[in-house]
């Protein structure tokens, strides 16, 4: 098997797995447009834009697998329409000129509204806004020749992420002593997926040939509510009772009037307003990895941040 892996983007989940592999003796090549990407002697950063064709050509020659975490450039559905689709078919097509397996950093949107723990069998069919066009994503690369594997997570939780429910509005506030912010109920339980964790899980399956052709759920630990993991990076960061503002899903859709950003946070605040919980176990036992505990992904998120002071 060749020692050679591609990443596709350098966000949280790119840059991780990277560091991942490097730690492991592999070659990676981590593409991005910019040209970024973490520095390691076995780490090549090359400027070439995933979505298009003719700069892709050739990239992908002799790597063992491809990892696709490239993003959009805006929390749009259309934007997500107009950039994700076609990037993910170039890199399928690309790949399957040589069988190269390749596995996508995907979130839990496909599932649309829930009413119970998300498991690996329950139908992925949102057919409205963002999630729709994750929907879409899902079924073009599970129709697509080229083998592939999905690892869906919940919001993220770790070093290198900032934009994300547990990402800089919590962790940056609360560690110069200011009001943070939440969106959505505090008091509802929900499943935060730690970055180390899906680049493993991404990895594994990678590697793993029973695993391809199918989806699976990232390790992710027991749900808690925002106001517990609120209390959690309090204590790591030595911050007694941080103070939190939260934004109601009312809120949102008023904001969202006058902010397309609001608008678009709004469109999801159904994952804030009730129980959204991620079932990893089915995953985890074909997997064969556990979660990280909690209050230890946390302190190393904390630790992370204050060297972004």
């Known amino acids: 098997m060749s020692d050679l892996h591609i990443v596709t983007g350098a966000g949280p989940v790119g840059v991780t797995i990277a560091e991942q592999l490097a730690a492991a003796g592999r070659r990676v090549r981590v593409l991005t447009r910019s040209g970024g990407g973490p520095e390691h002697p076995l780490v090549e950063r090359r400027k070439v834009d995933a979505a298009q064709p003719d ?14 975490c490239a993003g959009a450039s805006a929390y749009a559905a259309a934007t997500w329409r107009a ?13 399957g000129k040589n069988g190269t397996v390749v596995v996508f950093a995907e979130n839990l949107y496909s599932y649309g509204r829930v009413d119970r723990p998300i498991t690996e069998d329950m139908p992925r069919t ?3 806004g963002k999630p729709g066009v994750r929907t879409e994503l899902v079924r073009a ?87 517990e993991l609120i209390d ?12 939190v503002l939260a934004l109601s899903p009312w809120m949102l859709k008023a904001l969202g009037l006058f902010s397309p950003p609001m608008r678009e946070l709004a469109e999801m605040s159904y994952q804030g307003a009730a129980p959204f919980v991620l079932d990893s176990s089915a995953s985890e036992k074909r997997l ?8 230890t992904a946390v302190a190393a998120t904390v630790d992370w941040w204050k060297t972004q002071a």
């Open 141 to 227: 690369r599970e129709a697509h020749a080229t083998p592939t594997v999905s690892v869906g997570a919940s919001d993220f939780l770790g070093p290198y992420v900032r934009a994300s429910l547990s990402g800089e509005q919590l962790f940056a506030p609360i560690l110069a002593g200011k009001k943070a912010k939440a969106l959505g109920r505090l008091d509802m339980p929900h499943s935060f997926s730690y970055v180390p964790d899906v680049a493993a899980a991404m990895i594994r399956a990678a590697a793993d040939e029973a695993l391809w052709n199918s989806f699976l759920h990232a390790p992710t630990a027991p749900p808690v509510t925002q106001r």
């Open 83 to 95: 950039e994700l689709i076609p990037a993910q078919r170039t890199v399928l097509d690309e790949a």
């Open 232 to 243: 959690l990076i309090g204590r790591a960061a030595g911050v007694p009772d941080p103070q």
């Open 288 to 295: 064969d990895l556990r979660p990280t505990a909690l209050d």
């Open 126 to 128: 949102a057919d409205f």
């Open 55 to 68: 700069r892709l050509a050739g990239e992908f020659d002799g790597a063992a697998a491809v990892y696709h």
